[in-house]
Nanobody, 117 residues
Framework: QVQLVESGGGLVQAGGSLRLSCIAS????????MGWYRQIPGKQRELVAT???????NYADSVKGRFTISRDNDKNTVNLQMNSLKPEDTGVYYC???????????WGQGTQVTVSS
């Protein structure tokens, strides 16, 4: 079993920055995809950014150039640096891990990000 715990959400003005962190604990082995999804009010949960073990990062078009994902495999952490935040970035951000072998997925409890105009 894997547990994911997020931190770092909050309230920020448009144009500001926030850094989200996620630490994974439990039985972690093998390659995986770790990343962030968000749920904006009235919309389905969507991918924000992902990082694959030994592989590429991937970003939603709406955050390219503003958000940066970073991963530390030794510490089992994944971070999301969010700059130039916009009100439309407001939502609940979820940490996600998917095992490449077997495909099992895990979700964090979510952290609220609110960007005021």
């Amino acid at each position: 079993q894997v547990q994911l715990v997020e931190s770092g959400g909050g309230l920020v003005q448009a144009g500001g920055s926030l850094r989200l962190s996620c630490i994974a604990s439990g039985t972690i082995f093998g390659p995986s995809v770790m990343g962030w999804y968000r749920q904006i009010p009235g919309k389905q949960r969507e991918l924000v950014a992902t990082s694959t073990t030994g592989g590429p990062t991937n970003y939603a078009d709406s955050v390219k150039g503003r958000f940066t994902i970073s991963r530390d495999n030794d510490k089992n952490t994944v971070n999301l640096q969010m700059n130039s935040l916009k009100p439309e970035d407001t939502g609940v951000y979820y940490c996600h891990l998917r095992r490449i072998i077997g495909g099992r997925e895990y979700w964090g409890q979510g952290t609220q990000v609110t960007v005021s105009s």
